[in-house]
């Protein structure tokens, strides 16, 4: 196999330069890049040759041609793998790479702390009204005469994590080990027995809702979430419970969620994705003094997007290598990924694990 004949492209940026000291180690991989306004006569040879494309997670960062969609994969007939910053694959149609023996991978789990900090300081933040203190001094209003301003406790309450998986479990651990909060789960993909192990209470979604003093929301985005949170759900809600939402947009009906502040049956929320990336300035919810917002910024520490860097370049070059992946999301693509890798690179990869 001659010097770089494994080619990976990517658009406008990776999680970190970390990825490309790390795939510099071996010399048979290529990396070319990308730019959103790069034109067809720009892009489409580079496309045409690529054995893996590296994509980032966000849907409103990625040029909406440079979308994994059926109509680019005409546009990259050699690519194998698929392979995302983050964890999730909002640019990419699933279905139609399991179609066409590609395997779509993430890196699911590397910025498990910086979401699950941001979630619970998040829910600090609302429980003590500290953004409301911040505004009134800064203001020159000063001190806020009591009760306006009094804040409520952690300890004790009742958190409800919907979606227990990587970042869901670290919530829970944080929740009950720093402040003895009782930890309710929904997650219809995990037993009971499962949840238990992972720190929580399995719980219906309807219940989880209705006894929850805060809500995180932590599931991935797909058909069965969409608009998840809705004007129905929210009625179920606790009155005066907080709602936190780091997860994807779409999952949340935002318009549903400000009428939910606007009747005060919600507390307060915290919101770091959004239907639309970033959010117009009249954003209705923009407009609380009771939400806190951040621009999908969760897991955007120097930390987290350092290791999701390391993961992802460390997992492709396994891929090039035979190896079946640890974070694969469509693994009913491998018995025709495997013929294609095998036409591609004259060896067999990896039977998939029983």
Known sequence: MNEN????????????PVYLDVVAKEPSIRVDRLENDSDDATADPVLAVAHAYQLHS??????????????????IPNVLVVSMNGSGADPVDIDACTEAGIIVVNQAGGNREAVAEHAVA???ALAKRMFLHDRALRSGVGFQP?????????????????GLGYVGRRIA????????MRVLAYDPYLSREEIALRGAEASSFEDLLRRSDFVSINCPRSAETLNLMNDETFSLMKDGAYFIMTARGGICDEAALERALRSGKVAGAGVDVWGKEPPPASHPLLQFDNVIATGHLAGGTVDARRNMAVMGAEQLMGIFKGEYPPRLLNPEAWPLYSQRFEATFGTKPAAAPA
């Open 58 to 75: 966000g849907r409103d960062v990625i040029a909406r041609n440079f979308h994994v969609t059926r109509d680019f994969l005409k546009k």
């Open 173 to 180: 651990e944080i929740c009950h080990l720093a402040f003895f």
């Open 5 to 16: 004949s494994r080619r990976v492209v990517y658009v406008k940026e990776l999680s970190d």
């Open 146 to 162: 009591v009760p306006k301003l009094l804040g409520d406790e952690l300890i004790g309450r009742t958190v409800g994590i919907v």
């Open 122 to 124: 998040m829910m600090i």
